[in-house]
Every structure is written in structure tokens, then in C-alpha cells.
């Protein structure tokens, strides 16, 4: 399983990026994803997630509104669109795979929910 994470950079606040992650070595389109960041001195947190089917998705309060999560099956990727970023949106952000396909039914929210794991990129908002 690999999870390869891409876009972050350095942005003005105000601006956006576009982080992409492109998954291979499990069946994709099974499986619910997830974005999750971790600033300096803090614990990783969620940002946003999306079911395996892509009906649905999730976003932390601190976000909603400003980021969308979306996904492409075809192409196994997939993406965190943000938008107005602050620059305490600064952070590594990790793109997961949950542990459990098709049927899961736990919490999103939760990082002990995912079994696999990108290597990150670095997002830095200046002000």
C-alpha cells in the first residue's frame, strides 16, 4: 500500500491550494479516505474525509466551508481543495486510507480509524 501526497507549498493568506494524493497496492475505490494535519508542538488532527463511494463528507468545524475533499476513482487520487487559507492552517498535512472497506461504520473523525498512511506534505500559510 502507498499513499503519495503532493501540492503543499508556501501561500499567502487568502490563497489556495490544492493537495492531491494518489493511492496504489489496495482497491481504491473500496475504501473511505481521509486528510489529517499536524502543526509544530500539536497532535495530528482531522481535516476532512469522504466515504468510498463519495456520497459523503466530512470536515473539522475549523475548515468547513473553506475546504473540499473530493475524489477520483479512475485516476485513484484523492484531493483536499483549500481555499482562504490562515496561516494557522500551517501544518504537514497526511492523506489515510481507512483500515476497513465498504461497510465502515466507525468514526471518521478518528485517526486510529486508518491503517494507512502518506508521508505528508508541508503547507505553509504566511500572513
Known amino acids: 500500500v502507498q499513499l503519495q501526497a503532493s501540492g503543499g507549498g508556501l501561500v499567502q493568506a487568502g490563497g489556495s491550494l490544492r493537495l492531491s494524493c494518489a493511492a496504489s497496492?489496495?482497491?481504491?475505490?473500496?475504501?473511505?479516505m481521509g486528510w489529517f494535519r499536524q502543526a509544530p508542538g500539536k497532535e495530528r488532527e482531522f481535516v476532512a474525509a469522504?466515504?468510498?463511494?463519495?456520497?459523503?463528507?466530512y470536515y473539522a468545524d475549523s475548515v468547513k466551508g473553506r475546504f473540499i475533499i473530493s475524489r477520483d476513482d479512475a485516476k485513484n487520487t484523492v484531493d483536499l481543495q483549500m481555499n482562504s487559507l490562515k496561516p494557522e492552517d500551517t501544518a504537514v498535512y497526511y492523506c489515510?486510507?481507512?483500515?476497513?472497506?465498504?461497510?465502515?461504520?466507525?468514526?471518521?473523525?478518528?485517526?486510529?480509524?486508518?491503517?494507512?498512511w502518506g508521508q505528508g506534505t508541508q503547507v505553509t500559510v504566511s500572513s
Open positions: 497496492g489496495f482497491i481504491f475505490g473500496g475504501y473511505g
Open positions: 469522504i466515504t468510498w463511494t463519495g456520497t459523503s463528507t
Open positions: 489515510a486510507a481507512l483500515s476497513t472497506p465498504w461497510g465502515f461504520t466507525g468514526t471518521y473523525y478518528d485517526p486510529d480509524s486508518y491503517a494507512y
